[in-house]
């Protein structure tokens, strides 16, 4: 069964740092490009960040560019996304997904999701 599971999420204050991790299972990652979405309360899922199939790009949304850095590891079939200076408006749950191979070269906009989505892990952000 193809899944992947979010995890890394809590409870910080404002300034805070946090880092997600997702593992995928029975997908292997190195064959996509990957990304993190989020989803605040009372509004709909939008893309955070990306990374390439093969890692030399990332792009960010402008809201969290400078504090967020996505990384990933094929071996480990992993994707992470550290979190620093966080903010109460990065309040959100957060979703990592598998996109098709050819995006994130130039963009995070307009995103294929190749991946099921996963439970998500929540961030709260305390001001």
């Known amino acids: 069964q193809v899944k992947v599971v979010e995890s890394g999420g809590g409870l910080v204050q404002a300034g805070g740092s946090l880092r997600l991790s997702c593992q995928s299972f029975?997908?292997?990652?190195?064959?996509?490009?990957l990304a993190w979405f989020r989803r605040a309360p009372g509004k709909e899922r939008e893309e955070v960040s990306c990374?390439?199939?093969?890692?030399?790009?990332?792009h960010y949304d402008e809201s969290v560019k400078g504090r967020f850095t996505v990384s990933r590891d094929n071996d480990k079939n992993a994707l992470y996304l550290q979190m620093n200076n966080l903010k109460p408006e990065d309040t959100a749950m957060y979703y990592c997904?598998?996109?098709?191979?050819?995006?994130?070269?130039?963009?995070?906009?307009?995103?294929?999701?190749?991946?099921?989505w996963g439970q998500g892990t929540q961030v709260t952000v305390s001001s």
């Open positions: 029975g997908l292997p990652f190195d064959d996509y490009a």
């Open positions: 997904a598998a996109v098709t191979r050819s995006e994130c070269k130039t963009t995070l906009r307009g995103l294929h999701v190749m991946s099921p």
């Open positions: 990374i390439s199939f093969t890692g030399r790009n990332t």
